[in-house]
């Protein structure tokens, strides 16, 4: 089963950002954090990922906090392509991902 | 930017056939993965694959699955005997290594009537 829980659905203005937030309070230290997305039965698509530290890249940021026990992936300017259902899943850096159900973002106009 | 491409991209068949999806990774990946997605449920992963042996499989990579990288650049999932219950899209995925991000094909929506 996933180690994370996530809101089941959000919404998000087209222009603002959006901020997804993930707990994962039982994480390991040798865990890592990923978020992938999946736009419309398409196959999953890699966003971001992180151990402890921040991470940003030229599709998001990612907030860990000092416990590592949450994390939120913040889209800074979401777009309707945007549009798509997004997991966070730990796991330690090598082997198989496990995907819960994720939360769905609608971005609008 | 390469990319996982897999074919068919939908595959209709009768209980009992034999199907095999194909999927082509990127060129310099090492790692290989199946995924399969019933339809509305989550993503599940099945197997991988690395230097032309299972380095791990699910529950669900039961004696009637098996994978195959036949000639250095396809990665096939052969089911040898379908069921209603594996109609699902199936995922093909790879990786440089086995601890950088996965790449996904687009998938293959298997029917089993």
């Known amino acids: 089963d996933a180690k994370t829980t996530q809101p089941t659905s959000m919404d998000c203005a087209e222009g603002r950002a959006a901020n997804l937030p993930c707990n994962h309070s039982t994480i390991s230290g040798n865990e890592y954090v990923y978020w992938y997305r999946q736009i419309h039965s398409q196959g999953p698509q890699y966003i971001i990922h992180?151990?402890?530290n921040n991470e940003t890249n030229e599709m998001a940021s990612l907030i860990i906090t000092e416990d590592r026990k949450s994390s939120t992936l913040i889209l800074p300017h979401a777009t309707l392509r945007d549009t798509a259902v997004y997991y966070c899943?730990?796991?330690?850096?090598?082997?198989?991902?496990?995907f819960g159900q994720g939360t769905t973002l609608q971005v609008k106009p | 930017e390469p990319e996982v491409t897999q074919t068919p991209s939908h595959q209709v068949t009768q209980m009992g056939q034999e199907v095999i999806l194909r999927c082509v990774p990127i060129s310099n990946h090492l790692y290989f993965y199946w995924y399969r997605q019933i339809l509305g449920q989550k993503v599940e992963f099945l197997v991988s694959?690395?230097?032309?042996?299972?380095?791990?499989k699910s529950e669900i990579f039961d004696d009637q699955f098996s994978v195959e990288r036949p000639d250095g650049s396809n990665f096939t999932l052969k089911i040898r005997s379908t069921k209603l219950e594996d109609s699902a899209m199936y995922f093909c995925?790879?990786?440089?290594?086995?601890?950088?991000?996965?790449?996904f094909g687009p998938g293959t929506r298997l029917t089993v009537l």
């Open positions: 995925a790879s990786s440089t290594s086995s601890s950088n991000e996965q790449f």
């Open positions: 694959f690395y230097n032309n042996e299972i380095s791990e």
């Open positions: 899943i730990v796991r330690p850096l090598v082997g198989k991902l496990i």
């Open positions: 992180g151990l402890k």
